[in-house]
């Protein structure tokens, strides 16, 4: 009887769990998909030179943590649930039925929604995982080719943690149904609104608003104390002093209020204004920075950022909690407006609401802020890393030392590493280019400068220099006898490189004096162990020059006919660090890069770091628009009432309709633009801090396209709960 009861009510109230299915749906899909690529049966042919353990691993690990937080999801939904049949409960118990006995058919009901969920998810998340197999397939370099492959223990793994879960937040609600009285079950729909307390939230977060702006100000005195120049750029000067007006004002604004006796509205209202004003100072201190050179270092622009963000997040915390009020302010001036049609109706909905919920839709933005950015961050730092592996793994083998450590020329390292060519022999693997070069120091006395950031320019003769270019497919070059070049890192600017070469139209060596050749500078890249510690620049001299100078670095570069194996580059890397330690007793620092091992770890840590972001920020995007879905859902008992009373005042079900588009268009507009707003804000902020790099390995255009895929994704999401609630709105205000 029991189980024809379940099966009865599951029937029945299917529409009902409609936002219970779509998010679990949406939770299973995602979670099947990414962890779809750890299983065990999951065999992508990627090449002999890769390892697809470690990546295996690694998303096994960041997808099962991100998980945890859909145990509060499930718990929320569920709860939701709980609430909205607390008066079929109350029947229930009323018609003799034990407690314990309805929290037992409830949690079978919400099983077999979770059950569907389950396989419905499962079965889309076969779908979705083409898309992280192709993510993975062209982060190998690989082609790629639709596969529809159910994986077992993936699937395994997926039915036992949610049903897991399921289970422990069952035997939860059947607790609370045990607990519950029956006449508070019968009442529970027709409880009013909670009554508006002064909030304590929006209290702290003033105060703790006030003292991180008064540790901005003592900042912007400091900085303008040590950094001003009357021959800086006007902008500058407003920049500096910008942070030092706008901070002081917000410090002063409440004492201003309690000495006239402002009530707190318009106090927060001023301090609103003056996040915002504080915000847009702080930012432009990143693009000034970068604009002007100015000698601001990177701890500074952090400072300034965690400034950002604490301005802006106040912003959220006062929007919402003032909102209620300004909405309620405009009602108050506006009677055309308060009585046109069904206006009057339309303010209370919104204000009813907002007066309880300020602190979860603050929360709720600032959630939305940090999924945005995690999936603008997650492109541009796996792009970045990715970048800078194509400069760093360039050849097959590099053997580098330095002599950051070395303090005696005769221990200068001398050795041309030939333990790596015998081990290449030994393996049978054919060499295409094979060079081994020096790095000199173009005046002796600069060997003792060590001082960090300010290390003296290495030099490298122009026949070594043409070797490696021809390794890597560049034309070759031709110097006078009294000329020099230059050549440069990917990631230098071409205002640095431009403010060098004027600087520096000739230089000093040991051998004479040398002017800067026709062609000053070179940019195409050729690896990052060609370059002294700390310098963006390597100049390029005569061969008869070098000979006089002192040597001291040594560099080994080896490009193969075929990519090394995974198995022969770890042992390669364990012979020659075994030979060449990190740091010996003289102080040489030696190491070796090898393109197998450097590209295998790079592109398995980028797609884990990837993927684990992406999922992070779904989830985070589900809980937020499930929280504000479910939180118009929990008072359809209410509305329900309502609605009928306009029914009978004889509003038009058309006109219904309508405010309840408008209600849900508010309750969702308003967090996700103010989350958006204030993400522009942020992700703005954080690509002038790292415009170089962007420029230099990833390019703007597929930042945009990145960008562009997140307001897609968010579009997508925002529309699947959008229509699930209206339509269980609809249901619940509808007589019928």
């Known amino acids: 009887m029991y189980a024809k009861l379940v099966f009865r009510n599951a029937k029945r109230s299917v529409k009902d769990y409609l936002i219970y299915i779509v998010t679990m749906t949406i939770c299973v899909a995602l979670f099947y998909a990414f962890l779809s690529v750890s299983s065990s049966y999951y065999n992508p042919d990627i090449g002999s030179e890769y390892d697809f353990t470690l990546l295996s ?24 649930m709980l609430l909205r049949k607390q008066k079929e409960f109350a029947i229930q118990s009323i018609m003799g039925m034990e407690q314990k006995t309805i929290g037992r058919i409830f949690f079978a009901e919400t099983l077999i929604m979770g059950m569907l969920s389950i396989w419905i998810g499962i079965f889309s998340g076969v779908f979705c995982s083409q898309f992280i197999t192709a993510m993975l397939l062209t982060a190998y370099g690989k082609p790629y080719e639709i596969s529809w492959t159910l994986f077992p223990d993936t699937v395994l793994l997926t039915v036992v943690f949610f049903v897991a879960s399921f289970f422990v937040v069952g035997i939860f609600n059947t607790r609370t149904i045990q607990k519950t009285k029956i006449i508070d079950m019968l009442s529970a729909a027709k409880e009013n609104e909670p009554e508006l307390k002064k909030s304590r939230f929006i209290s702290i977060a003033a105060v703790l608003f006030e003292l991180f702006t008064a540790w901005g100000l003592m900042t912007g005195i400091q900085k303008i104390y040590f950094y001003d120049d009357p021959r800086l750029a006007l902008s500058v000067q407003l920049m500096f002093w910008g942070n030092i007006l706008f901070p002081l004002l ?40 970068n604009k002007y050179y100015l000698p601001l270092g990177s701890g500074t622009l952090n400072q300034y950022l965690l400034f950002v963000l604490i301005d802006l997040i106040f912003f959220l915390c006062a929007l919402i909690y003032l909102t209620s009020g300004l909405i309620a302010a405009w009602k108050e001036k506006s009677p055309e407006h308060r009585y046109h049609e069904e206006a009057l109706f339309f303010f209370g909905q919104i204000t009813s609401k907002l007066n309880t919920t300020s602190k979860t839709m603050t929360i709720i933005c600032i959630t939305l802020v940090l999924a945005i950015f995690m999936f603008v961050a997650a492109p541009v730092l796996t792009g970045w890393s990715s970048g800078y592996l194509d400069i760093r793994s360039m050849y097959d083998v590099q053997a580098f030392s330095r002599y950051n450590q070395v303090y005696e020329e005769e221990n200068l390292p001398q050795d041309s590493y030939e333990i790596i060519a015998d081990f290449l022999t030994e393996h049978k693997i054919d060499t295409d280019y094979d060079c081994t070069f020096n790095l000199y120091l173009p005046e002796k006395e600069d060997f003792h400068n060590r001082q960090k950031y300010d290390f003296p320019i290495a030099a490298i003769a122009v026949s070594d220099y043409n070797a490696i270019r021809e390794m890597l497919g560049y034309g070759q070059i031709s110097l006078g006898e009294d000329e020099f070049t230059t050549q440069w890192k990917t990631i230098a600017t071409g205002e640095e490189r431009d403010s060098f070469l004027k600087e520096h139209p000739s230089i000093m060596t040991d051998a004479g004096k040398l002017t800067l050749s026709g062609q000053s500078y070179y940019e195409d890249a050729i690896g990052e162990t060609a370059y002294n510690s700390y310098t963006d620049v390597l100049y390029v001299l005569p061969d008869r020059i070098c000979e006089k100078l002192l040597p001291v670095m040594k560099n080994r570069y080896i490009t193969t006919s075929e990519n090394i194996s995974y198995e022969n580059a770890i042992e390669l890397e364990k012979l020659f660090t075994e030979r060449f330690p990190e740091q010996t007793e003289s102080g040489v620092m030696y190491g070796i890069r090898l393109c197998t091992l450097q590209t295998n770890s790079t592109i398995a840590n980028n797609f884990v770091l990837q993927a684990a972001m992406l999922y992070g920020a779904v989830v985070l995007m589900i809980i937020c628009l499930t929280v504000l879905s479910l939180q118009q859902l929990l008072d359809a008992g209410q509305y329900q009432y309502r609605f009928s009373v306009l029914r009978k005042l004889g509003v038009e079900e058309k006109a219904v309709g309508k405010l309840i588009l408008a209600q849900l268009g508010v309750w969702f507009g308003l967090p996700i633009i103010a989350a958006m707003i204030v993400s522009a804000v942020i992700i703005t902020y954080f690509i002038q801090i790292i415009s170089a790099e962007i420029s230099a390995y990833i390019g703007f255009g597929a930042l945009m396209l990145q960008i562009g895929a997140t307001i897609g994704i968010l579009s997508i999401l925002l529309i699947c709960y959008f229509i699930s609630t209206w339509i269980i709105f609809r249901r619940s205000v509808n007589p019928s």
Do not use: Q
């Not at 318009?266 to 996040?275: A, F, P, V």
């Open 57 to 80: 691993d690694g998303m096994k690990a960041a997808i099962c943590m991100i998980t945890l937080l859909l145990l509060f999801l499930i718990r929320f939904v569920n709860h939701y």
């Open 250 to 289: 917000a410090v002063l604004w409440p004492v201003f209020c309690r000495i006239r006796k402002k009530k707190r509205e318009y106090c927060l209202t001023g301090l609103l204004l003056c996040s915002v004003f504080n915000a847009f100072a702080a930012a432009s201190v990143a693009a000034l920075k």
